[in-house]
């Protein structure tokens, strides 16, 4: 066994005895929380521990008094057995019932005298029980005891109104001597100690009960033996070497009376440090191995090692003396070779640029001779066009106007792809420019468009957008422009959208993302693949429906690279297709709109909102009924409930002189803000 074999041996052991006991600890948490749950099912235990809530809520709370005391006595008589059965059968130690919410101990089982405490700042697994009304698991300190915790919440039938009623949270303990027996039975080579902090003990533990334990085994450099599986690890404790290591992590050798042995050192993590970092360890898990006869092993190993590592490096000596001659001139041949092949290789890449760039200077050259004759035709055509005409010769005439706009389209988007591959490797200039007023100038654009087509062109923007940005008006319009026109021509008698949505943002910058939807006859896997290269069509034959030089799309993806984004695009046949891209723009510190500003001054002349589509128009009595039944949730701030009537109010379409106070009701319901959204609520009832 070399040493770097014995280095990943021990770091092994240290990754697998941590996950060894973690799932131990997880066996042990669920097996509590399996008793927990089998008591909890007991119909006479919910209604006494119902009745016992009722009772302490009669006398004021805390201990409560008479009443509550014989609720207590009842449902301590009715689960002593059942306690004492389970014990003996699953080795665990104490059943304990919290009323809810926070945790208000009502009867521990296991100290009946004990009880009317809060520990809503100790008992982390019964207040979250208790608030989410879902089990919890984990270990934990209380105020007499350390222990693994299975805890679920207890809901009770009300025998009156016959609702269910959240009691509280009823809790099943053991301490960890159990499972350390359990753990070094399966890996009886190993043993294990559970430290715990003093700090952490100090916060949790009555003081008296501390006092107690510390009777038993006392503070060790801050720390306490919880439970081990050997007596030992209070002469280890004693060791430089162990105590220096427990305030770090990770594995290490300790030599002590002539043997070695394999520590790990773990943290300890309770319920509520497992969900936040910033809680310290509740302690420390030692994990320990004598590996004396593996030590003396690896050290026998690498004497015989160096006598026959000396007999290889004389060896090496003679070969190295005799080979070098042989090897110097096989590397020079190579050498030559190499310098061979990289001048091939730079010669052909100047080549390559260099038909790039004549390529795109011959586009270019050819694309504007062709303009100049191309506006004479277009303009003499509409001037022919507007003169009198027989209806066969206005046929002709209006082939030839749209054969030369179709042309002049062709010429335009080579000119474009030119420029796009002349601009590549240059930096662009940014500018200020207003980015609703933009979206709102693009979609404009198209309406005529998207009437032609029956298509209904839609925008939605999310909250919180930018209203100003510095950065590529220009390009950006040329990207929305590219990807919208091909989702309007074969998006036809369907929806277009227009989405923008933010990201991410900081104080400097805003990462937002665009996207174009249509619903029209989709793209396959196939088409994917190539139709941003250049003129790539989905329909390649001749008689293909639908017309386009199929440079659209790569004039769009070369334009977006060059902002530092790229397109996807996901897109199913028949089921329509998604474009979309990022890109990050500087912003301004008075940049940022109000959302709910945003939302109620977006124009939207040019097209429509996604979620007025085809809605049936509301009466003022069923928004007058809407808004009564959001009076009381409001006051209460029952925030689910208000979200679903403000979803019922979105689904119709408002009158008029109510649509401006409904939207502010929506956003505000949206973002929580209910305060705001009563006064709105006033001001409707008004009207109404």
């Not at 949270?169 to 009886?188: C, D, H």
């Not at 085994?217 to 306490?224: A, L, V």
């Not at 309406?447 to 950006?476: C, H, I, M, Y």
Request: hydrophobic letters at 40%.
């Amino acid at each position: 066994m070399d040493h770097q074999r014995l280095v990943v041996e021990f770091d092994k052991f240290t990754k697998n005895v941590e996950r060894a006991f973690r799932s131990e600890q997880d066996s042990v948490e669920m097996q509590m929380l399996q008793i927990a749950t089998l008591v909890a099912h007991d119909e006479k235990v919910k209604q006494l521990f119902l009745l016992g809530k009722r009772a302490v809520e009669l006398e004021g709370g805390g201990a409560g008094g008479e009443l509550s005391d014989q609720v207590r006595k009842s449902l301590f008589e009715h689960v002593q057995q059942s306690q004492k059965g389970l014990a003996a059968q699953f080795g665990f130690r104490q059943l304990h019932f919290h009323f809810g919410p926070g945790s208000l101990s009502f009867l521990r089982v296991y100290r009946p005298e004990k009880f009317g405490d809060r520990m809503d700042q100790v008992r982390y697994t019964i207040v979250a029980a208790n608030a989410e009304q879902k089990n919890t698991m984990g270990f934990e300190t209380g105020r007499i005891l350390s222990g693994i915790r299975g805890v679920t919440p207890v809901v009770a039938i009300d025998g009156g109104s016959k609702e269910k009623v959240h009691v509280g949270a009823l809790e099943a303990g053991t301490s960890f001597s159990n499972m350390l027996s359990i753990f070094q039975k399966n890996r009886p080579w190993l043993d294990v100690a559970v430290l715990l902090r003093q700090e952490h003990l100090e916060a949790n533990l009555w003081p008296d009960f501390l006092e107690k334990l510390l009777e038993e085994n006392q503070f060790i450099e801050g720390f306490r033996v919880e439970s081990t599986t050997s007596p030992q690890i209070g002469h280890f404790l004693t060791l430089q070497e162990l105590t220096k290591n427990l305030q770090g992590l990770g594995s290490f050798l300790i030599r002590d009376e002539g043997a070695s042995y394999n520590f790990s050192v773990f943290p300890l993590r309770d319920f509520r440090g497992e969900s936040n970092a910033e809680v310290p360890d509740a302690g420390r898990v030692v994990v320990w191995q004598d590996i004396t006869a593996q030590i003396t092993a690896y050290h026998d190993r690498v004497y015989r090692l160096i006598f026959y590592g000396f007999l290889l490096f004389i060896s090496i000596e003679l070969l190295i003396f005799f080979g070098l001659g042989s090897m110097t001139k096989s590397l020079q041949a190579e050498l030559e070779r190499t310098r061979y092949l990289k001048a091939a290789s730079e010669q052909a890449r100047l080549v390559a640029e260099d038909s790039s760039r004549l390529k795109s200077e011959f586009l270019g050259n050819i694309s504007h001779e062709l303009r100049t004759p191309m506006n004479a035709i277009m303009g003499l055509g509409q001037l022919l066009g507007k003169s009198p005409l027989e209806p066969r010769q206005q046929g002709f005439i209006d082939k030839i106007n749209l054969s030369s706009k179709r042309l002049m389209n062709v010429i335009d988007e080579i000119m474009l792809l030119t420029e796009l591959d002349a601009q590549e490797g240059k930096d662009l200039i940014s500018e200020k420019f207003n980015l609703l007023q933009l979206m709102n100038r693009v979609t404009g654009n198209f309406a005529a468009r998207a009437n032609e087509q029956r298509v209904r062109l839609k925008t939605d923007f999310s909250d919180g957008l930018p209203s100003w940005v510095n950065g590529w008006p220009a390009q950006l319009e040329r990207i929305l422009g590219q990807l919208l026109g091909n989702a309007i021509k074969f998006g036809h008698d369907g929806d277009v959208t227009l989405a923008v949505r933010l990201l991410d943002r900081d104080a400097a910058t805003a990462t937002l993302e665009f996207a174009i939807t249509d619903q029209g006859i989709g793209i396959s896997a196939e088409q994917q693949e190539l139709m941003f290269q250049p003129f790539q069509q989905g329909d390649g034959s001749r008689t293909r429906k639908y017309e386009g030089t199929g440079l659209g799309l790569t004039i769009a993806r070369k334009a977006c690279r060059q902002l530092g984004g790229d397109i996807t695009v996901d897109s199913r046949i028949g089921e329509g297709s998604r474009f979309s891209f990022c890109l990050k723009f500087e912003v301004f510190a008075d940049a940022w709109a109000d959302p709910l500003v945003a939302a109620l001054e977006l124009p939207t002349a040019a097209a429509e909102t996604v979620s007025s589509a085809a809605q049936p128009i509301a009466t003022f009595a069923e928004i007058g009924e809407l808004v009564d039944q959001l009076e009381e949730p409001l006051a209460r701030l029952e925030a689910k409930q208000c979200q679903d009537i403000a979803a019922s109010l979105k689904e119709k379409q408002w009158p008029e002189t109510l649509n401006e106070e409904l939207e502010k009701l929506t956003i505000l319901i949206g973002q929580y803000r209910f305060v705001e959204a009563r006064d709105v609520v006033n001001r409707l009832k008004d009207k109404l």
